[in-house]
DNA sequence: CCTTATATTTCGTTCGAACGAACTAAATAA
DNA sequence: TTATTTAGTTCGTTCGAACGAAATATAAGG
């Protein structure tokens, strides 16, 4: 790692240095990022008949490969007959399936349907074969950089997301 | 540019060279960030009291600085009716503004809201500060990769939208 | 001027998501 | 065993977003 920004020497204040102009360029390379991402779920989830609501819960099923209802209501803020409508919709799609819990039976454990445990459906192979093309392009010492930095960046951008839940909401 | 993915050489089949190790890191790396833009948005509307349509008509507004109504319309797939209400609410809510078109004064243009013209909210400070520490431990001539990656990566995540925009529905 | 086309809004309706309350089933405590 | 708590579902209601049709206002053509 490189030393931090504040042992940097400062150009002059006001003018633009390369620093701030580098800088500038990642911080709007990262909200194309973000923006492209989100039109693209968007797209993926309008494209699959489900609302933003489903293909919520639909990710927080697939992030954690095996989940009960419950722990769905804590993590989603749903309560529990919001979560059973959406489950029901996912299901009824074939996205996912219920399962009793076999060691407490009042438990019911949602998984991801067979064929979409891991990766997702087939509606990436198009995103996917671009972003390998893009890779083509670059060393692998180039690509471990970059694959450090976005890891470091979502991790970051998921810990701002929760401090905005954190706070409490100004007013409504 | 290095040379294509296709020229290089491939370690044996089913074992994970170093290069199959570092193409998966950036596919994963690629989905956490999409995953944490995605929350992070939600996150961000729903703490504006918005809607996901609301959203992405405020997305369109921002990118476009000053549009029509109707090209909202053609751009966002709603209907007109539901184009009013969407800007209502907007309106409503301090976040755009609406303005006759002098030159024919049956359109409406909508702006931004004078003090998110530009960037965005405040809300964004949380995030921002902490990609500037990011920043912080990179060289400048890392970033340019970095960001170069990015843009090119965001330009491909929306060719793949258009993509998926443009095929046939599924099935209903 | 009068007609027709375009841009947006208004109004009333429809549809689905989220909810509270009541209910069933299973685990745990007494 | 019986009582109590926990997990999830069912049912009926509410609320808002999206819509079609009709209304309004402006522009452009004959």
Redo the contacts with the bound molecule.
Sequence with gaps: MADSAEGRPEPEEGAAGPREGVLHRVAEAGRAMSDAAVLYHGELSSRLGL????WKILGLVQAAGSV????L?RRS?????????????LERRGLLR?VR?E???????VEPAPGLEDGRVELFEGLLRRLAELCGHYTDAELELVAGFMEEAARRQLEATAELQGQEPPER
């Design positions: 609302g933003a609501t489903d009960s209802a419950g722990e209501v803020g749903l309560k529990p007959a919001s979560i059973t409508g959406v489950l029901d919709r219920r819990d060691a407490d039976r009042r438990r019911v454990l």
